[in-house]
């Protein structure tokens, strides 16, 4: 049950790991990248059949580096050529948890992965070579999930309790810093210039930009940082200067 209470409110009644039931039609994921792949995850690790399909960008898209991984778990996947959408999706029975090496650095993998753990028995893990954003990791614990992470050279691995008992959570959704960061170069090279940007995520695997025009003199600061849905949030203040 998903409804919306006000403007940017929405309230959602969750089923409990492992108790999605199987979709009466189509799942259309429109333009979103991230939506299909991290929806393909949970899904793999759900015993019932789904199709899941997009717009024509989306349907160009491939899946494979997705789907190879989480048949490794017991789900049967079939496409069109390279794994591309429309994509039948057969979830595995008892489903199995995996051990995944990603080859290429990918947020949206690795969360996929982690994703199909939730409701497989044991501990899943994820070795990536290089950190990618992680909020996927922090928004589990959030809501209950047992995540430990270790660093490993320039990357990480990642493990997950299967089966946990999630609690509900209120989530505060984050402005995004790749969005705040065109207005915020605008601010720093128009002379007079001061912009105030509020609840901007401050997430250190996504803020390489803002060290940076530190790095050049900018001035950048936070001010109000707190932590909203496992995740640092803050607000941004930009001001010209002489880079």
């Known amino acids: 049950e998903v409804v919306q209470d006000g403007p940017g409110a929405w309230r959602v009644a969750g089923r409990g790991v492992g108790g999605l039931t199987e979709p009466a039609d189509v799942l259309d994921m429109g333009n979103s990248g991230t939506a299909a792949r991290l929806l393909t995850g949970i899904l793999a690790s759900h015993p019932l059949f789904a199709v ?43 489903a199995l948890p995996l051990e995944y090496v990603v080859p290429v650095p990918s947020a949206q993998v690795k969360s996929a992965v982690l994703l199909c753990g939730l409701n497989a028995p044991g501990i899943t893990r994820v070795e990536e070579p290089e950190a990618t954003r992680d909020h996927s990791e922090n928004m589990l614990r959030h809501f209950g999930a047992t995540v430990r992470v270790e660093i490993a050279g320039h990357g990480r691995v990642i493990e997950l309790q299967g089966q946990p008992e999630l609690r509900a959570a ?62 640092p949030v803050g607000d941004l203040i930009a001001e010209y200067a002489s880079l």
Do not use: H, K, W, Y
Not at 188 to 207: A, E, F, M
């Open 52 to 94: 899941m399909t997009g717009d024509a960008s989306l349907r160009r898209r491939p899946m494979r580096r997705v789907t190879d991984p989480l048949a490794m778990c017991g789900a049967r996947f079939a496409g069109r050529e390279g794994g591309r959408l429309p994509l039948a999706i057969e979830g595995a029975r008892e």
């Open 170 to 231: 209120d989530v505060v959704v984050p402005g995004d810093p790749s969005s705040a960061a065109f207005p915020i170069a605008a601010a720093l090279l128009v002379p007079g210039s001061r912009l105030r940007i509020q609840g901007v995520g401050l997430n250190l695997l996504r803020t390489g930009l803002f060290t940076t025009l530190r790095e050049m003199g900018a001035e950048l600061r936070i001010e109000n940082p707190r932590t909203e849905g496992g995740e």
